[in-house]
């Protein structure tokens, strides 16, 4: 097995070797990022001026403007990324991080992206949604040949359509997104546009799914369907950033799915509508208000709303097994069975062993018992009031009305007005009329008539 | 087993002559069962008794029952055995036969009408004389000679009785010990079983699960408990096997450790062991024994050298003067004599016959030796490996399903049959330490004698596989 540090050391060889050093001073400097939390917005210093957007738990990759032209550097390459305190995953990604970063451009930009591979192995990049030039699409040995490791290759094309993209490998595809590359682009438009609303804050994340053994770090490349780890931007509830926005804020959330199912995205509190996907902006005739929309494999929606409900408001995918971690689908369900007395002879052969699951499973989110190395709980996070109970894709949009413009840092749970919080009822509560709780009973005598076909009238 | 060459048993009918008897020859006051105890203190660190009279019997007696007030060790279940067992009492007797014999040789005699046994293989010649004073008088010093060597001939074979008495109630106490753990293990694997098929059934009672599972943890355990049975049987049937052995009237007052004793840090190391049991062999000795008294039998008196035994085939064809090439040497030597003065060719053949025995006996007991030595070896290898790699992993695994129970990654089941899994790894591993036990008997035994057709003990580790019942 070559080690992490030995595919950077090939890389630097290799550029060493092949590259001259005024061949490696015309190539935009690397930019690589070390942390996973949400970095601000990066404003443009050059170029065209935009609003520009949040990545949740990413950030924008910085460009040089050369000649008129936008230059990016990606670098292909194995990262540590860390999934949620406490686990951390070994991925490939871009410039340090899975996903990369987020690439953001205006309607009409001159593009030049170059990528460097670090892997060890060969890749694309194919620029999701774009218009672009066939020989620009990125799809290995359809419109161009595989960029080698150690290898650098430059796409060049022209920002034709505002809108939400994204970018992932064309080259042993199933493998490198599994692995977690991929990435956000946003192509903002140069002026006000008919069908894009200028917003106050912008959000994006892409939705990815991984497959980790309990106890490991490298994903299962292999896994289609049984994933452990449903994430935002490659982070797991509750290592995933809340949301936080300003009283009557007007957001947008973009979302892109490149999992291998679809993931029904779930607001609550406020209304929102589809107001474009990775085909470009709805009309506005074509919009409807929703609180959940499915995004399918492949595809993108940014969601828009006013927020003008304060308060800490869950935003998650509503396939409830989504917003956990790492559980075994095939462990029996234990609810009403009763364990006395069991539990103790159980414990007697396996020390620290305890009775779980009788009740239900919320136990599980409490309980704070050893698990394998680098795994999750399964549900987990803390709020105000307690155990959250959640994993997986969920977050939090916290809709502040002092949070300052342009501010996107964590207010902190949200202090409810007295009286608007549901609560305990101190009163009696009469017993309710009830059916019987046992289990039927199969000794009943059920006379069954079975009619013995006769003959082949039927036919 | 080639009989003496010549073994010859005399009941005389004296007509008594009270002054013809020789003061020289009487019984010896312990009937030559001194040599025998300090052999076996030597060779076993135990001490032998006879018991003879009621006195003795009595001493016996109260040392056994002090011996079995505790729960007893492998050392001290040997000692009740040499104090006790009645078959090697019995034994004993045939010292006492040999002794009568060889003080009646070296007794004067009266004349008399004798009944002599001539034995040549399997030839038994019968014949009766009337023998006269002198004759008897010539003939004394050989036939006390004789009479002598079957004596020490029989008290070699005694003290092999004893070592093999020792050796087998060694391993008798060893699968006694070994089968108590194994069975208390087996109850535990049940113990899980029974956990599971418990909960399976409350599990149907709840709903929550089908028949078909429900059956699945049920015969888990009817498995179990069958294993439980067999080791309950395996168990009985040691421990009788050891009661036996230590010949107790009274087997409820036999206590027995629970645990086997720990392997040794470091497998003992044995140099030269194949040159020691050449030199410490009982059998090479009695070999010796009637190599020397068949010398003296032919009327070999002149020993020109010493030949190893071992290259008797090599020797023969060799000449003389080259020295055989050899980086060490294992030697088994016995006289060789000139044969070329006796001139007695049918001398010559016996002397050789009994030389390529002696070759027989000599290879045998190497090979004896070298296969114990390397059972051994190999056994205490097998033993630690399971004790310090396949129990610890399995310990690993258990905690680890445990982490993964605890995040609700696998169920309870899933831990119930691992926990059966590592039962069994446990169960390997003490069935691997009593065959590293058993093996080193067979050792100590194959330096005194053949260990007899028991050196193979039979390994028998449950696999750690087969006793799971893993789903
Ligand atoms: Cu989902």
Redesign the interface.
């Known amino acids: 097995m070559t080690s992490r540090r030995d595919f950077f050391k090939l890389g630097a060889a290799v550029a060493a070797a092949g590259v001259s050093p005024a061949a490696m001073a015309a190539l935009p400097e690397i930019v690589s990022m070390d942390r996973a939390d949400t970095r601000p917005p990066l404003l443009p210093p050059n170029g065209r001026p935009y609003n520009p957007v949040v990545t949740l738990n990413g950030w924008t990759l910085p460009w040089r403007m050369r000649n008129g032209v936008k230059e990016f550097h990606l670098v292909a390459e194995p990262v540590v990324r860390e999934i949620a305190p406490g686990m951390k995953a070994h991925l490939w990604g871009y410039n340090g991080q899975s996903p990369g970063p987020t690439i953001e451009v205006v309607e009409g930009d001159r593009v030049r992206i170059y990528v460097t591979n670090r892997l060890p192995e060969h890749t694309t990049i194919h620029w999701h949604g774009q218009r672009l030039p066939n020989g620009m699409d990125g799809v290995g040995g359809l419109t161009q040949p595989q960029i080698r490791p150690g290898e650098t290759y430059v796409y060049e094309f022209v920002a034709r359509r505002p809108g939400t993209f994204m970018y992932h490998p064309h080259a042993d595809e199933m493998t490198q997104m599994a692995m977690g590359m991929m990435g956000f682009w946003v192509t903002h438009p140069k002026g006000p546009h008919p069908l894009i609303d200028p917003v106050d804050r912008d959000f994006c994340l892409l939705l990815n799914a991984y497959d980790v053994d309990p106890g490991s770090a490298t994903p299962s490349v292999n896994t289609m369907l049984d994933f452990n780890l449903w994430t935002f931007n490659s982070r797991a509830f509750p290592g995933i950033d809340s949301l936080n926005v300003r009283l009557n804020d007007r957001v947008r959330i973009r979302v892109g799915n490149l999992t291998m199912t679809n993931h029904p995205i779930h607001l609550h509190g406020m209304e929102f509508e589809v107001t474009g996907t990775d085909g470009g902006a709805v009309p506005k005739s074509a919009r409807w208000p929703e609180v959940t929309t499915d995004i399918a494999v492949g595809q993108m929606r940014q969601i828009e709303f006013v927020a003008d409900a304060e308060g800490d408001w869950a935003f998650h995918c509503h396939k409830s097994h989504h917003t956990m971690n790492a559980m075994g689908h095939a462990v029996p369900t234990m609810i009403g069975v009763n364990q006395d007395g069991l539990a103790e002879k159980i414990a007697k052969l396996i020390p620290d062993y305890m009775a779980m699951g009788e009740r239900g499973m919320a136990d599980m989110g409490r309980m704070e018992m050893p698990l394998p190395d680098n795994t999750l709980p399964m549900m987990t996070g803390r709020g105000p009031f307690g155990p959250v109970e959640m994993g997986g894709m969920f977050t939090v949009l916290k809709v502040r009305r002092d949070q300052r413009r342009g501010d996107y840092s964590d207010p902190g749970w949200y202090g409810q007005p007295p009286g608007t919080r549901a609560q305990l009822w101190p009163g009696a509560v009469a017993d309710p009329v009830r059916a019987s709780g046992d289990a039927p009973d199969t000794n009943t005598d059920i006379e069954v008539t079975v009619r013995k076909p006769a003959g082949h009238s039927g036919h | 087993m080639p009989a003496c060459p010549v073994s010859r048993r005399l009941l005389a009918l004296t007509l008594a002559s009270a002054s013809l008897l020789g003061g020289c020859a009487t019984f010896s006051p312990d009937g030559g069962f001194g040599a025998i105890q300090s052999e076996t203190a030597a060779r076993a660190g135990r001490d032998v008794v006879w018991s003879r009279d009621d006195a003795t019997r009595a001493q016996t007696r109260a040392r056994v029952e002090a011996l079995l007030a505790h729960p007893l060790s492998a050392d001290d279940a040997v000692q009740i055995a040499l104090l006790n067992n009645p078959g090697l009492q019995a034994r004993f007797n045939a010292l006492g036969l040999a002794e009568a014999d060889w003080v009646a040789a070296r007794r004067l005699p009266n004349p008399g009408v004798s009944i002599g046994r001539l034995t040549r293989g399997s030839e038994v010649e019968w014949d009766r004389s009337l023998h006269l004073n002198l004759a008897w008088l010539l003939t004394m010093p050989l036939r006390a000679g004789i009479e002598a060597r079957l004596f020490e001939q029989t008290r070699r074979a005694l003290v092999l009785d004893v070592l093999r008495l020792a050796a087998d109630t060694r391993k008798a106490w060893i699968a006694a010990v070994a089968a108590i753990q194994s069975e208390a293990y087996q109850r535990?694997a049940m113990?899980?079983a029974?956990?599971g098929a418990?909960?399976a059934a409350?599990?149907a009672?709840?709903?929550?699960?089908s028949k078909l599972k429900e059956a699945r943890e049920q015969a888990f355990h009817a498995d179990a408990a069958l294993a439980v049975a067999r080791a309950g049987q395996s168990r009985l049937q040691a421990r009788e096997r050891l009661v036996r052995l230590l010949g107790l009237e009274h087997p409820d007052t036999l206590q027995l450790p629970e645990r086997l004793p720990d392997l040794p840090a470091a497998l003992p190391s044995l140099p030269d062991v194949e040159q020691r049991a050449m030199d410490s062999r009982i059998d090479l000795q009695m070999v010796r024994l009637q190599a020397d008294a068949l010398a003296k039998n032919l009327g070999l008196a002149r020993r020109t050298r010493f030949i190893n035994v071992l290259e008797l085939g090599a020797i023969s064809n060799a000449s003389n003067e080259v020295p055989l090439q050899r980086g060490y040497e294992i030697s088994f030597e016995l006289p060789l004599f000139d044969w070329g003065q006796s001139r007695v060719v049918a001398a010559e053949s016996r002397y050789r016959q009994m030389l390529e025995r002696a070759r027989q006996t000599a290879v045998d007991a190497r090979s004896e030796v070298r296969e114990a030595c390397a059972i051994r070896q190999s056994q205490y290898a097998v033993a630690r490996q399971l004790r310090d790699e396949l129990v610890p992993l399995r310990q690993r695994i258990?905690e680890?399903n445990?982490?993964?129970?605890?995040?609700?990654?696998?169920?309870?089941?899933e831990?119930?049959a691992d926990?059966r899994e590592q039962i069994a790894a446990v169960n390997a591993a003490i069935a691997a330490q009593r065959d590293y036990w058993l093996a080193d008997a067979d050792l100590q035994m194959a330096l005194a004698g053949s260990p007899g057709p028991a050196v193979l003990t039979p390994l028998s580790p449950a696999s750690a596989a087969s006793a799971a019942g893993a789903h």
């Open positions: 535990q113990d899980a029974a956990a418990e909960l409350r599990m009672r709840a709903g929550n699960w258990s680890e445990l982490y993964r129970y605890n995040g609700m990654l696998i169920s309870v089941f831990l119930l926990a």
